[in-house]
């Protein structure tokens, strides 16, 4: 399903939300995935597609997509961002500096019985051991990246979890190799 966009502005390159960005403009279209209907369902992912063509930069680079049978195995170490709350019912202050975790893949079928089984093989899940950190509120739609070589791969699409950095309950990620095809044929398509 795609739907034409007026105002969604995308900013590329801060660090702080308070500096202006290295890329600001708008969105033409945004691309929601026939199949979602809420997060815990699966296919929790969309593409947005920018009115203007962005230069790279030192601040601002293109993270890849794993292949379909990427091996993100229990244990890989992920990097998630963010400007979310930094604490269940707390917000990040002043002046707003984008906050970044080290997390670990955590086994689906041990992330399934955490959640009563609504875990599916298109997501992925993660944790910090002990708790602590973690994506939270505000966070939902942002990278889960690793480093393969010398390049970062996007592993997942922060989706949900109950609560924050709980260490009973992991965070919950759309997988991207699970829907690399899906990527490819809307960008191609569109």
């Given at each position: 399903m795609s739907s034409r966009a007026t105002v969604v502005q995308v900013a590329l390159g801060a660090l702080q939300l308070?500096?202006?960005p290295r890329y600001q403009g708008l969105a033409?279209?945004?691309i929601t995935h026939e199949n979602y209907t809420q997060f815990t369902k699966g296919f929790d992912i969309g593409l947005v597609e920018l009115k203007e063509k962005v230069?790279?930069?030192q601040w601002i680079s293109p993270v890849n997509l794993p292949s379909r049978f990427e091996n993100i195995s229990p244990g890989l170490q992920c990097w998630a961002t963010g400007w979310g709350n930094i604490r269940e019912n707390v917000g990040l202050e002043y002046?707003?500096?984008l906050q970044e975790v080290r997390l670990l893949i955590v086994d689906n079928q041990q992330c399934k019985k955490r959640y009563n089984d609504i875990i599916r093989p298109d997501m992925l899940c993660t944790e910090v051991p002990g708790g602590g950190k973690s994506p939270c509120q505000g966070d939902s739609g942002g990278a889960l990246v690793f480093k393969k070589g010398n390049v970062w791969?996007?592993?997942g699409i922060v989706s949900f979890a109950l609560g924050c950095?709980?260490?009973e309950f992991p965070n919950v990620y759309t997988r991207v190799s699970s829907f690399?095809?899906?990527i490819q044929t809307k960008v191609i398509s569109e």
């Open positions: 308070q500096n202006p033409k279209t945004i230069s790279f930069s002046p707003y500096t791969v996007q592993a950095a709980r260490p690399r095809d899906w």
